[in-house]
């Protein structure tokens, strides 16, 4: 069973910028292509920023130009470089396979709180 753990949210304010961390264990990090997912109160969770396996990226538009997503196989790491960050940016960050159908996504973690003040 993959197992998922976020890391490196915090309090900040507007303009400054935090990096995310997530690792996962099991054997196939490497193969999967991986998203960062965010939450917010009353809203269901978003995908902002995908990696295929091949590196290839993707940002929801909100975030583009701000944030930089990559990974590191050796360390089964996935990154999430965030730069002038915006209040807006609020919420729960959690990460996951980047898959078609909910049903493929792994069990989630318990994700890293981002909160931006203005």
């Known amino acids: 069973q993959v197992q998922l753990e976020e890391s490196g949210g915090g309090l900040v304010q507007a303009g400054e910028s935090l990096r995310l961390s997530c690792t996962a264990t099991?054997?196939?990090?490497?193969?999967?292509?991986w998203g960062w997912y965010r939450q917010t109160p009353g809203a269901e969770r978003e995908l902002v920023a995908g990696?295929?396996?091949?590196?290839?990226?993707k940002y929801t538009d909100s975030v583009k130009g701000r944030f930089t997503i990559s990974r590191e196989n050796a360390k089964k790491t996935l990154y999430l470089q965030m730069n002038s960050l915006k209040p807006e940016d609020t919420g729960v960050y959690f990460c996951n396979r980047d898959v078609p159908y909910s049903g493929w996504l792994y069990p989630w973690g318990q994700g890293t709180q981002v909160t931006v003040s203005s």
């Open positions: 099991g054997d196939f990090f490497n193969v999967n292509d």
């Open positions: 990696i295929t396996k091949d590196d290839s990226t």
